[in-house]
């Protein structure tokens, strides 16, 4: 089994930034595709941004293109989100797939959330 620990989530003020980690062990998440998700309060859990098992390829949901960026090294995958906003206010959750290409669902692993915090 393996097991995903995220990390790096806080309080921020509007404008911002914050850096997720998110640390992979027990199986191999090497060659295996790995996203970013969140989920606001009152809200369904949304895909954020995606990224390949190469690192080559990387998906993001628009509102967070040009501010989000995700990247990977072997066994950890990091969100860096600047510019926050507000509505960036989530609990963020790694997650990963059993295959290595990027897609926003058909995720298996999932690591227990991070909470950002962003105020006006």
């Known amino acids: 089994q393996g097991q995903l620990v995220e990390s790096g989530g806080g309080l921020v003020q509007a404008g911002g930034s914050l850096r997720l980690s998110c640390a992979a062990s027990g199986r191999t998440f090497s060659r295996v595709a790995m996203g970013w998700f969140r989920q606001a309060p009152g809200k369904e859990r949304e895909f954020v941004a995606a990224?390949?098992?190469?690192?080559?390829y990387a998906s993001y949901v628009d509102s967070v293109k040009g501010r989000f960026t995700i990247s990977r090294d072997t066994n950890t995958v990091y969100l860096q989100m600047n510019t926050l906003k507000p509505e960036d206010t989530a609990v963020y959750y790694c997650?990963?797939?059993?295959?290595?290409?990027?897609?926003?669902?058909?995720?298996?692993?999932w690591g227990q959330g991070t909470q950002v915090t962003v105020s006006s």
């Open positions: 997650a990963a797939r059993r295959v290595g290409v990027v897609d926003t669902t058909g995720y298996d692993y």
């Open positions: 990224i390949s098992a190469s690192g080559a």
